[in-house]
């Protein structure tokens, strides 16, 4: 293991991005969603230098990729004012358990800081025990029994939208 780095996603890296993606997913027992080469383009068009739907923090490696978090600005109406949701943070097998994933949350958190962001949230599976182990470690007075998560995807979606009552409408 080299000297590592860690900085923000940037749009030309979006390709090796994409097969740390590839390996999340494998890691998770997790298709690929897109053929790879159209899914760099709707990582390129979603993320740094497109839409900036979500931004990622990356761990290099000299210039290999080991490791992202990828993230999400948030607004919060009951304290106005942005916060951020973490959607995945993955790294590397070989790189595990040395302190990346930590580094990875600790720049991200030192970003929140500089934007000005004052609440972080994110998820882990109930059973993914290595996940929880980690990020116990990382915030130990959290709220995780207080809270539920909850997701809809794809027909869930438009089921959901067909659940309206046209005549009390209120949009």
């Not at 304290?79 to 720049?107: C, S």
């Not at 130990?140 to 995807?153: A, H, Q, V, W």
Request: aromatic share 12%.
């Amino acid at each position: 293991m080299g000297n590592l780095q860690y900085r923000l996603l940037e749009p030309a890296e979006v390709p090796e991005f994409t097969n740390l993606c590839a390996a999340m997913a494998a890691f998770h027992g997790a298709a690929e969603p897109l053929p790879r080469e159209q899914w760099a383009q709707k990582l390129a068009a979603d993320g740094p230098g497109g839409s900036q739907y979500f931004e990622a923090v990356c761990a290099f490696d000299d210039r290999k990729m080991v490791g992202f978090l990828v993230f999400s600005s948030v607004y919060e109406t009951v304290f106005p004012g942005n916060g951020a949701f973490v959607r995945d943070v993955f790294v590397l097998e070989t790189y595990r358990r040395q302190g990346v994933g930590r580094n990875l949350m600790a720049n991200f958190a030192q970003l929140c800081l500089d934007r000005g962001w004052r609440r972080v949230d994110w998820h882990a599976d109930r059973l993914d025990f290595d996940a929880r182990t980690f990020y116990d470690m990382l915030c130990t007075d959290s709220f995780k029994l207080d809270r539920l998560s909850y997701r809809i995807e794809g027909d869930e979606i438009e089921t959901l939208a067909g659940k309206g009552d046209d005549d009390h409408n209120q949009s």
